[in-house]
C-alpha cells in the first residue's frame, strides 16, 4: 500500500513538472504605426509562434501619438514590454550610460549579428552595450499630391524661391484651404536644419548639444520659419491645430487633396499614399537646394530599434523573438518595407530578389535620392527631442500672432532649449 502511494505522488509530481513545463512563455512586444505595420507585424507574430510554440506573445500597438509618453511611464515603472520597438532618439532620454535596455551583447547566442556593419550597431551602442538591433535607415525628403500639383498649374519646386512662390499660386489658384505642403513641428525642424545647411554649412546642434548658428544665423532662421505661414506655404499652427491631435495622413484636407505635399521621413509615406483619394498618386520630388550649394542637409537617422527590456525575465525567449523578426525569411517577407529598407543584409538580399525593393518605390526611391546627395549632418537626438520641438511650435505661434520680431522669438527659443539640453545632459 505504502509503495503504491509512494508511486502516485511520484507520478503526479513528475506530471506537475511535466505540465509546467510544457507551459509556453510569454512574451510583451510593442510597437507604434499606422494600420499596414500593425498588420505586417501581427502577421510575423504568428509565424514566430508556429515556428516557436513554446513561446506567446501578446501584441501591444498603438498610433504614434501618445506612445512616447505611455513608454515613458512603463520605463519608470519596471512594466515595459519584453520586446519594444523604439526609436534612436529616445537613448538620450532612457538609457544615458547604456543601462536602459537589456545588453544584446550578452545574447550573441540567440542573435546573428553578423548581418550588421559594425557602425550599424555601434549607432544604437551607448557606453559599449548594445542597446537595440538598427532596423532601417531613413531620411527626409520631398513628396507630392501628383494631382493636387497639376490643378495648380506647378512644376514640383527645386529651389527654396520656387517653394516659396507655390504657396501663393495655391491661395490664388485654388483657395485659402489649399496648401503647397503640411508638416508637423518635427519635419519643420528638419527642414529649416537643411536649408541652412546648404546656406551656411551650419547645422542646428552642435554634438554635445550646443547650438552652433550665432545671433544673426538665428534670426535668419526663425525669419525663414515665418515665412511658412505668411507665404501661404503651411497652415499655421493654429490651422494644422483646429484638425485636432491625429497623424495628418488621417485628416482629411490630406485625404481631399488640399494639402498637396509633405517632407517627411521616407518610411512613413506609405501611410500617407494608403490615404489619398483616387486617382492621385504620391510622387518623390526633387530635393530643394539653395542653387550653387554642395551641401544639400539631408538628415540620416536610424529610423527605429528592436530593443529587449531590462527587466525581463526571458531575456533569451525576447532575443530569440528579435532574431526571427529580423533574420527568418517568413518574418522579413511578411513586414517588407513597413519599417523601411532593412539593415539586416540577409532580409534586404531576400526582399530585392522576391522584388520587394522595388527602386520605383516612393519609399526606396525616396531613400535612394537622400543617399546620391551630399551631406555632412550627423544625427543628434536634440534635434527630435519632444520637449525641444514644444519650443519650437510656441516659438511658431508667437511668430504667428506677429508680436514679437524673428530675432526676439530666436532669443526666447534659445534660452528654453539650453536649459531643456542642460537638463537632458546631467
Same mark, same amino acid.
Given at each position: 500500500?505504502? &509503495? ?7 507520478? =503526479? ?9 510544457? %507551459? ?10 499606422? *494600420? ?8 510575423? @507574430? ?14 501591444? #500597438? ?34 544615458? *550610460?547604456?543601462?536602459? #535596455? ?12 553578423? %548581418? #550588421? ?16 538591433? $538598427? ?9 507630392? *499630391? ?12 527645386? &529651389? ?10 495655391? %491661395? ?11 508638416? +508637423? ?7 529649416? &536644419?537643411?536649408?541652412?545647411? %546648404? ?13 552652433? /548658428?550665432?545671433?544673426?544665423? /538665428? ?16 497652415? =499655421? !499652427?493654429?490651422?494644422?491645430? =483646429?484638425?485636432?491631435?491625429? *497623424?495628418? #495622413? ?14 517627411? /521621413? ?24 539653395? !542653387? ?13 530599434? @528592436? ?7 526571458? $531575456? ?15 518574418? +522579413? ?22 522584388? +520587394?525593393?522595388? $527602386? ?60 531643456? +539640453? ?5
Amino acid at each position: 500500500m505504502m &509503495n503504491k502511494l509512494v508511486s502516485g505522488i511520484i507520478a =503526479s509530481l513528475l506530471f506537475s513538472c511535466t505540465a509546467s513545463w510544457a %507551459q509556453p512563455v510569454e512574451l510583451r512586444m510593442s510597437w507604434w504605426g499606422g *494600420n499596414s505595420r500593425h498588420q505586417a507585424t501581427l502577421k510575423a @507574430l504568428e509565424a514566430f509562434e508556429k515556428a516557436h510554440p513554446e513561446i506567446k506573445v501578446k501584441a501591444e #500597438y498603438t498610433g504614434w501619438d501618445g506612445h512616447l509618453s505611455r513608454l515613458t511611464t512603463q520605463m519608470a515603472s519596471g512594466t515595459e514590454p519584453d520586446v519594444m520597438q523604439t526609436n534612436w532618439p529616445w537613448l538620450i532620454l532612457f538609457s544615458k *550610460n547604456g543601462d536602459g #535596455y537589456y545588453d544584446l551583447n550578452t545574447l550573441k547566442a540567440e542573435l546573428d549579428l553578423s %548581418q #550588421y556593419q559594425a557602425s550599424d550597431l555601434q549607432s544604437t551602442t551607448v557606453k559599449g552595450k548594445l542597446n537595440g538591433l $538598427p532596423i532601417s535607415v531613413n531620411a527626409p525628403v520631398f513628396y507630392y *499630391n501628383d494631382l493636387t500639383w497639376q490643378k495648380a498649374g506647378l512644376a514640383y519646386p527645386k &529651389n527654396w524661391d520656387e517653394f516659396f512662390a507655390a504657396g501663393k499660386v495655391f %491661395q490664388q489658384k485654388l483657395g485659402n484651404n489649399y496648401y503647397p505642403y503640411a508638416m +508637423v513641428d518635427q519635419d519643420v525642424i528638419l527642414l529649416l &536644419n537643411a536649408y541652412m545647411m %546648404q546656406t551656411h554649412q551650419k547645422s542646428m546642434f552642435n554634438s554635445d548639444g550646443t547650438f552652433a /548658428w550665432n545671433e544673426a544665423q /538665428w534670426s535668419e532662421a526663425f525669419s525663414f520659419v515665418k515665412r511658412l505661414s505668411d507665404d501661404h506655404v503651411l497652415p =499655421s !499652427p493654429k490651422t494644422l491645430s =483646429s484638425y485636432g491631435k491625429g *497623424n495628418l #495622413y488621417e485628416m482629411k484636407p490630406w485625404i481631399n487633396g488640399e494639402w498637396g505635399g509633405l517632407f517627411t /521621413w521616407n518610411i512613413t509615406i506609405r501611410m500617407f499614399a494608403n490615404n489619398m483619394t483616387p486617382p492621385a498618386k504620391l510622387v518623390l520630388g526633387d530635393y530643394v537646394m539653395q !542653387p550653387g550649394s554642395s551641401e544639400s542637409g539631408v538628415y540620416f537617422k536610424t529610423a527605429q530599434m @528592436l530593443s529587449v527590456a531590462k527587466s525581463t525575465k526571458h $531575456p533569451k525567449e525576447a532575443a530569440i523573438l528579435v532574431n526571427f523578426l529580423l533574420n527568418d525569411p517568413q518574418s +522579413v517577407e511578411a513586414l517588407g518595407l513597413e519599417r523601411g529598407i532593412p539593415l539586416n543584409k540577409g532580409a534586404e538580399a531576400l526582399l530585392s530578389e522576391k522584388g +520587394v525593393i522595388d $527602386p520605383s518605390d516612393p519609399v526606396i526611391a525616396g531613400l535612394r535620392q537622400a543617399q546620391s546627395l551630399q551631406t555632412t549632418v550627423v544625427a543628434t537626438p536634440y534635434i527630435e527631442d519632444l520637449q525641444v520641438i514644444d519650443q519650437f511650435t510656441a516659438a511658431r505661434e508667437k511668430l504667428d500672432q506677429g508680436k514679437q520680431t524673428p530675432a526676439q522669438v530666436a532669443a526666447d527659443f534659445r534660452q528654453q532649449v539650453e536649459r531643456i +539640453v542642460r537638463r537632458l545632459n546631467r
